[in-house]
DNA sequence: GTCTATATAATGATAGAC
DNA sequence: GTCTATCATTATATAGAC
């Protein structure tokens, strides 16, 4: 869908050029200059086509929210560890700079990226139900929570990809080295402690199930 | 040991300062004005001391980091969930700055964030290979990936602190979120899942097995 | 729509008095 | 050690020609 080529309006890729360049360099480091430099334009015609510095992140906000959340409406089946990044990451090298700008968003304070983060909880959590449901996946008794967690473990990968590629020598700095080699060494791992847990006994999980006495419902429990 | 009164040197007085604003805002966007104001010094004092913004910056590195460091090694022992995090948070309200300011450190491009985070990965591992041995831990193949994946988990929270103590409505936005009433509500489900698992069954460590038959070497399982 | 100036403001860093 | 100017640079945003 995106195509290096001038088949795009001047807004178009001046936008493009500063999802880019906010994603690598973050909004406040990022200069107009930059972008119209990238983009091939001068620094006028940036401020002519967004007013201000703001309305063109905002411009970038809802071009990259909107692109992936229409995309993950439609993949909202239980996949394996990480739900919606592995669709992304299906497609190397093509949706670089929208993951690193959403990077970025989630980062920094914004409420783009709050948006971004909800919707990432609510399907996970929506996954979780289903699955639940399906009988796929343990019963839990605080699902919310618990799709609190295992989105914020997914989405781990997207926040630490530079360290992850780093410490594992796998390749692809283009999007802060998320890229198939990091997902294939880590998709193994993952899906063994989501499968078979991490622990071999309970100690752990007991121990804070003590030090947590308060509001436990004593006749509610799910199968070791 | 950090006291808000006066029982600090000028020079430490800006640091810290420095700390906070650059964690807050980044390192981009904070200034050596605001720093001076917070310090209560002029802003020809803050260069008389550090030379320069980076200089400024290279300071606060070595201060968090060696903090961190020393802090790190004393606590090796293994526990549940965020091995050092947790630690960090049973001071509430205490280590707020450097905690913000490590999230920058991991979040931006900088040989110290990558050091801390290489850091962390090696005593993790330290700590699997330890359980492993006593058993407490199951066996994985791939240890090094494994303590990655774990690490990765475990420092998300550091990461995404601030979404997920929006979305679950736990208070504390001083340390981007990450208090004790998020742990407490995250520490169960996320314990359960390293206990117990989060799938019912292996049919998609299965389905991941098979997709990635490259380099296996079938001689070597271990139980389900 | 696009460009070339230019106005205006903020910032990092310097110089020198105290 | 600390301050008050001040310089030089850089950036956003404006104005108006084409």
Do not use: W
């Amino acid at each position: 869908m995106r195509s290096d080529a001038e088949d795009l309006t001047t807004r178009a890729r001046i936008r493009d050029a500063a999802i880019r360049h906010f994603g690598r360099d973050g909004f406040a480091r990022a200069t107009i200059r930059d972008v119209a430099a990238a983009a091939g334009v001068s620094p006028g015609l940036v401020i002519h086509h967004f007013g201000t510095k703001a309305g063109l992140r905002d411009a970038c906000d809802q071009h990259v929210l909107a692109q992936t959340a229409t995309q993950g409406r439609e993949k909202a089946d239980p996949r394996s560890t990480g739900h919606l990044i592995q669709d992304y990451l299906n497609h190397p090298d093509q949706y670089t700079d929208e993951i690193t700008y959403i990077r970025r968003t989630l980062s920094d304070e914004s409420e783009a990226g709050d948006a971004f983060f909800d919707a990432v909880v609510r399907q996970t959590e929506d996954i979780v139900r289903a699955g639940m449901d399906a009988g796929t996946i343990r019963k839990f008794d605080d699902v919310r929570s618990t799709a609190v967690v295992i989105a914020s473990n997914s989405l781990s990968i997207l926040m630490l990809g530079r360290h992850l590629s780093r410490t594992l020598g796998t390749a692809g700095p283009e999007t802060h080295g998320i890229g198939p080699d990091l997902l294939r060494q880590l998709a193994l791992p993952a899906l063994e402690i989501y499968t078979h847990g991490f622990y071999t006994d309970s100690q752990f999980l007991d121990a804070a199930r003590d030090a947590l006495q308060q509001n436990t419902n004593p006749g509610r429990e799910h199968a070791p």
